[in-house]
């Protein structure tokens, strides 16, 4: 599976319904033995909860500048449990039923209890662009 953004993301976005700027934006380390991506899914709920890996983080200093979303790199302290191959972004929406998919981003960690930092890429695409 590559990256990929949620088709109902897109929706909401162009429907006006999710402001990354201003909106609670998370993201959570997946371990793919126990989530496989669906362009399907469309809230949290469609996540295992067993897929989930730490403690949710919130991203901060967020920019959607040229179409391109980033924001600060991201802290998982003291992480524990299965090898992670994923990276979910949602936002935070009350409730795992009201909290919609934003992204789906490959990469590798295992977890040993000590930090993981997610760099998001330097590049020119950052976490996505549209």
């Not at 391109?68 to 990276?87: K, R």
């Amino acid at each position: 599976m590559a990256s990929a953004v949620y088709p109902s993301f897109k929706k909401l976005l162009l429907d006006g319904d999710i402001d990354l700027l201003v909106d609670t934006i998370k993201c959570v380390l997946i371990d793919t033995a126990d989530y496989t991506y669906s362009a399907a899914h469309d809230n949290l709920d469609d996540v295992a909860a067993g897929a989930r890996v730490g403690t949710a983080q919130t991203l901060a200093n967020k920019t959607t500048t040229g179409g391109v979303f980033d924001a600060d790199d991201v802290v998982f302290t003291s992480v524990t449990g299965d090898p992670t191959e994923a990276v979910l972004i949602y936002k935070e929406g009350g409730t795992e039923g009201t909290s919609p998919l934003i992204a789906y981003i490959e990469g590798s960690v295992t977890p040993n209890g000590g930090n993981i930092t997610v760099q998001w890429d330097g590049g020119a695409n950052k976490i996505f662009a549209l």
